[in-house]
């Protein structure tokens, strides 16, 4: 089972596995749609959370382990999914080798913020706008802006691979 395997990757493993996949699905797409840094990547998912009817809510802080908790749960939806799932199975079936003697890895909420994105624009056109220091997001389907019904699904999904899934 694909849960299984993500969750049997080791950390480094899984971060260096996740920041290939996210590269493979952002290569094709243009520089000015995607965010500039991680300030405004969660910038962008705010902007969704309150289009998809979220309003005021954050994604929280995470501290260490539910850090690598999010990146394992936004790596097993890419490979998962059938909109991603060619790109990221194949990382998962052979994880990448770390051959970087000592190097930084990313922080893990980074690389699981990154990886919600580069999924969000795999459901939906996102559009950044910026002007006079202030930065707009637009969601929208081909030519039209996206449905209030799927930018509340999109939201929830967000939610759901950030915090994992609501208490029982």
Known sequence: ??????????????????????????????PETLPMDRDEARALLSALLEAGGQGGTE???LDEPDQYAAARRVFAALVQDPATRGTAGPVLAEPPTDTRLGA????????????????????????????????????????????AGLLKELAAAVLRLWNGPPPQ
């Open 104 to 147: 930084e890895l990313a922080m893990p909420s980074l690389v699981a913020v990154a990886g919600v994105v580069a999924w969000l624009q795999t459901k939906v056109d996102v559009r950044i706008k910026r002007k006079d220091g202030r930065t707009e997001f637009e969601f929208r389907l081909a030519k039209e802006p996206a449905s």
């Open 1 to 30: 089972m694909t849960v299984d395997r993500v969750a049997a990757l080791d950390d480094r493993s899984l971060i260096l596995a996740l920041e290939e996949v996210i590269e493979d699905l952002t290569a094709e797409v243009p």
């Open 59 to 61: 994604l929280p802080e």
